[in-house]
């Protein structure tokens, strides 16, 4: 058996080496350079490439092939057909066409569309992507895609992803360029997207059916431990638990994926794993694979994996870190300061374009987290706030500023770190320390965006991340091409970000009231739910910025946040109609079954005289009182619900959801909560968090 990552790595995927091996020189020599310069496939070598990926799949056991694409309910999508051909005389061949690789038809009527496609149109497209190894999965080949409609519109996550890299690409050469690197054919955005999950008891989750449903507890009282005492971060991996990972680690390893670290998180139960970067396409492909073989082997293992943002009130929740990164194909990297970030004019340009966008785009990266599941994570102890902000650190903060003075900064090199034992080596200490409270902080050589959801695809960050410096870079290489002095036109345009639009830089406690008060001086926005931040992707500034980049056009735009809207709806939802049938059917039968058996322990205790029933005359009034207004306020969900399920109206509706129903729920939770800590678990119906949380 295969046990070395040597051995495992990429053995289940279409990759270089296969390529390489399989395919003739010229048709290899075409397909690499469509994969490393974004040209268009010559529909003529799809037949040959074809034929040598089905050969290969076939002697990997695969039976069947699929288009497997990513459409906008933010999981993927696989239409399975079988390499089988039927022969004159009865029999079958194996066979699979370039047609059949380039271009697939699967239903487009049963998917998202907020409206691009009325119920009756169902033609829809899915179009190879060359950039993307195919692999082998579950016995089925399996092409990484696009998926459009007849007309065009983009139906998926990963076509926006492929437009916004292009654009990118094209504005970033020209940047490049600029300064004599000539030789670059292109420009890569590279992610490594750190994803952070629970692991629970499989019998356990079975009982309780708002994880089953929702993904998240909608009840649960707090154990008398929790995180508190930090023990489970780094800590040793529980046995169960390394297993889990050692052989997530090898699937993932045979399909290609860099998975690089794991270790334990800050919450009981909760875990990350983060790979190695790569390009934003193959990351987000990958990202969508690991959660994928979470989910499945975690069962094998007996366990659950949650991928919500938070399924735990009171601990923390998981997120999904987007390092972002450009780098040429010859290795230049964009974001790499050097020893002297001062004098490195590319990284400073390219350092200001980024403040520019994110200060000018702000409302952008917090729509491209606005789920409903992380509105409840944003902001909490774990979470960066909703308002967006960049941290830099003082020495790259303070070059900027003394820039923006006109002043010369007196560089100073990263000095040794000596941690006072002469046994332990000097530490070189980086630029800047690490900022856990900021949404977007720069860390080395790349930009960490920390407020995705765990659940989340990371292609909509990285849309918005690549559209809006795309369009910075094209206003500074306008700005570039025309000027005599290409160094001081930089300095220029570093002093008028830094005065325009350093606002956006924070480099202290984001979780603080104090920045909350001092971002609303600054003008920054602070859009607390997806109810809030949505509509502002309508702007006319918006549109117009994605429509000069040809990234997503006015009606793709107006899609998205009807369905993104929609699918806020339909959480709250089913999460309402949960609770509802969670306190109907056990939470307020328990309560009023433990009542009853206290006023018999009463009657019990009066008839033999003498013997105080205070206590249980306490609980009788604390649990009654709990339970009526349980009782009245599942009544009034009930209604709000239906009420709004009556809007047509999708922004209306989210907001009633949001406002309303999702108050709603949590006086509640507040009342079911309260009477769990008092009731002996077993009148409780269902799991408590201890069990959850320490079951693994």
């Avoid at 060359?130 to 016995?139: C, M, R, T």
């Amino acid at each position: 058996m295969l046990n070395k990552a040597s051995e495992l790595f990429g053995i289940n995927v279409f990759n270089d080496s296969v390529m390489k091996e399989r395919l003739p020189e010229d048709v290899y020599s075409a397909l690499k350079s469509t994969m490393k310069e974004g040209k268009t496939i010559d529909s003529g070598i799809a037949d040959t490439v074809a034929a040598a990926m089905k050969d290969w799949a076939l002697e990997k056991g695969a039976t069947h092939f699929t288009h497997w694409f990513q459409p906008m309910t933010g999981i993927t999508a696989e239409k399975h057909d079988s390499f089988i051909s039927p022969t004159e005389d009865g029999n079958i061949i194996m066979e699979f066409s370039g047609k059949e690789l380039i271009k697939g038809e699967p239903d487009a009527s049963s998917f998202p569309s907020g409206g691009l496609r009325a119920t009756f149109e169902a033609r829809g497209y899915t179009a190879w992507d060359p950039s993307s190894y195919a692999f082998v999965k579950d016995e089925t080949l399996c092409i990484p895609t696009a998926f459009c409609s007849y007309s065009g519109e983009a139906l998926d996550k990963k076509t926006p992803l492929l437009r916004s890299m292009e654009a990118i690409n094209k504005q970033a050469l020209r940047i490049i360029r600029l300064f004599g690197h000539t030789e670059v054919k292109r420009v890569n955005v590279t992610v490594g997207p750190e994803q952070e999950y629970f692991l629970v008891d499989r019998q356990v989750y079975e009982k309780r059916p708002d994880l089953v449903f929702c993904g998240r507890t909608l009840i649960g009282s707090m154990p008398p431990k929790g995180q508190e005492m930090d023990d489970h971060y780094f800590g040793v991996l529980k046995p169960r638990v390394a297993a889990f990972m050692r052989e997530l680690d090898a699937e993932l390893w045979k399909m290609g994926v860099l998975a690089k670290t794991e270790h334990n998180e800050v919450a009981p139960a909760q875990h990350e794993l983060a790979p190695v970067f790569t390009t934003a396409n193959i990351a987000a492909d990958h990202n969508q694979l690991t959660m994928e073989m979470m989910k499945k082997i975690a069962l094998r293992h007996g366990f659950v994996c949650l991928l919500h943002e938070k399924p735990f009130e009171g601990v923390n929740g998981s997120g999904k870190h987007n390092n972002w990164s450009l780098s040429t194909d010859n290795g230049i990297n964009f974001l790499k300061p050097g020893k002297t970030p001062d004098k490195n004019p590319l990284f400073l340009l390219s350092l200001a374009a980024i403040i520019k966008a994110v200060d000018e785009h702000q409302e952008l990266l917090r729509i491209s987290v606005a789920t409903a599941g992380n509105d409840h994570r944003l902001g909490t102890n774990e979470a960066p706030p909703a308002i967006i902000s960049i941290f830099l650190g003082e020495e790259l903060t303070d070059i900027l500023k003394d820039i923006a003075k006109g002043i010369h900064h007196d560089n100073t090199e990263r000095i040794n770190m000596n941690v006072g034992a002469d046994i332990i080596p000097a530490i070189r200490k980086d630029n800047t320390d690490r900022n856990r409270t900021s949404p977007f902080a720069f860390t080395g050589n790349k930009f960490e965006f920390r407020m995705l959801g765990s659940s989340s695809s990371i292609s909509d960050a990285n849309v918005m991340l690549n559209t809006m410096v795309a369009e910075v870079f094209s206003e500074f290489a306008d700005r570039l091409e025309k000027s005599d002095n290409i160094n001081e036109e930089i300095n220029c345009i570093v002093k008028e970000v830094i005065e325009n639009n350093g606002r956006i830089i924070f480099n202290g406690d984001g979780y603080s009231k104090e920045w909350k008060e001092e971002a609303q001086r600054r003008g920054l926005l602070n859009l607390e739910s997806t109810v809030d931040a949505l509509p502002l992707l309508k702007s006319e500034k918006n549109i117009e910025m994605f429509e000069k980049h040809k990234v997503l056009n006015r009606a793709e735009i107006n899609s998205r946040v009807d369905i993104i809207l929609e699918n806020y709806s339909k959480i709250l939802h089913i999460e309402a109609l949960t609770l509802i049938d969670m306190m109907n059917r056990e939470v307020i039968p328990a309560i009023t079954a433990y009542t009853d058996s206290l006023c018999t322990a009463v009657l019990n205790k009066n008839s033999i005289g003498g013997i105080n029933s205070s206590v249980e005359r306490e609980l009788i009034a604390r649990l009654s009182a709990a339970n009526n207004e349980i009782f009245s306020l599942t009544g009034e969900l009930k209604m709000a619900v239906s009420s709004a399920e009556r809007s047509r109206d999708v922004f209306e509706k989210a907001k009633e959801y949001h406002d309303i129903i999702l108050k709603n729920m949590c006086d509640i939770r507040k009342y079911a909560d309260s009477a769990e800590s008092v009731m002996p678990s077993d009148y409780w119906p269902y799991p408590s968090y201890g069990e959850l949380l320490f079951s693994n």
